[in-house]
């Protein structure tokens, strides 16, 4: 089994700053794609970013000039930095994380229980 811990969500005031992060532990051989994904009020759950092992990234594209994702493989963890908040970007964010628990197991997908970020003055 793998777990997703989330951290850093909270309260911020438009144009103010914040940083997400993200753990994986149990039992893992390899994280393919480890990111982000969010929840607004009244709406499905969406793409922010993820990023592959070797650094590859896939953006909400909206998003990218404000935030940024950065991983560490030796680690585990994924980090999303959130920059010049809207309003908008109010949501329950999601680390998310597709794992192989061993060389023979396909790939399976992980979410963690989500955080909540909400920004307003």
């Known amino acids: 089994q793998v777990q997703l811990l989330e951290s850093g969500g909270g309260l911020a005031r438009p144009g103010g700053s914040l940083r997400l992060s993200c753990a994986a532990s149990g039992t893992i051989y390899t994280i393919y794609t480890m990111g982000w994904y969010r929840q607004p009020p009244g709406k499905e759950r969406e793409l922010v970013a993820v990023i592959t092992s070797v650094g590859t990234t896939n953006w909400k594209e909206s998003l990218r000039d404000r935030f940024t994702i950065s991983r560490d493989n030796a680690k585990n963890t994924v980090d999303l930095q959130m920059n010049r908040l809207k309003p908008e970007d109010t949501a329950v964010y999601y680390c998310?994380?597709?794992?192989?628990?061993?060389?023979?197991?396909?790939?399976?997908?992980?979410w963690g229980q989500g955080t909540q970020v909400t920004v307003s003055s």
């Open positions: 998310g994380a597709y794992v192989a628990e061993t060389p023979h197991n396909d790939a399976s997908h992980y």
